[in-house]
């Protein structure tokens, strides 16, 4: 899926799992993504979203540094136009709920049922208006 003006979004994939970075990066590029950064915590991601201004951010809510929330308000603070999507295996309503008013468009359990985070990931995409 491409962007209006006809480019890929670029992504921000920050999990502190590589193994987890590794597979949404290949979710990502196989749904035609740009994944333009990777990162294990929550201070290289913040630097990332400042010097690489990706259209979407994938997220670790438990990340070994900082909390997800609170790193999806320092990104909103710097760009408020950047889409995040959180995952956790962690998915209590109220941690949903928390996340989505910081700024988050929307949540992806763990573990990943790609079939389901690609159409999230789509769906985030689409109704984007970019």
Same mark, same amino acid.
């Given at each position: ?29 196989? !749904? ?10 929550? /201070? %290289? &991601? @913040? *630097?990332?979203?400042? +010097? ?32 995040? !999507? ?10 949903? /709920? %928390? &996340? @989505? *008013?910081?700024?988050? +468009? ?25």
């Amino acid at each position: 899926m491409q962007k209006k003006d006809g480019n890929p979004f670029d992504f921000l994939i920050v999990d502190d799992s590589r193994f987890a970075r590794s597979s949404l990066v290949k979710l990502v590029e196989g !749904i035609g993504g740009n994944v333009v950064g990777e990162a294990a915590s929550g /201070e %290289e &991601a @913040l *630097r990332l979203h400042e +010097e690489l201004h990706p259209d979407l951010v994938t997220m670790d809510l438990s990340l070994p540094d900082v909390d997800g929330i609170i790193l999806v308000r320092k990104m909103m603070s710097v760009d408020p136009h950047t889409l995040i !999507i959180l995952s956790s295996g962690i998915s209590h309503e109220e941690v949903i /709920e %928390e &996340a @989505l *008013r910081a700024g988050a +468009e929307h949540f992806i359990s763990k573990p990943l049922d790609v079939e389901k985070a690609v159409q999230i990931i789509e769906w985030v995409m689409r109704t984007s208006g970019r």
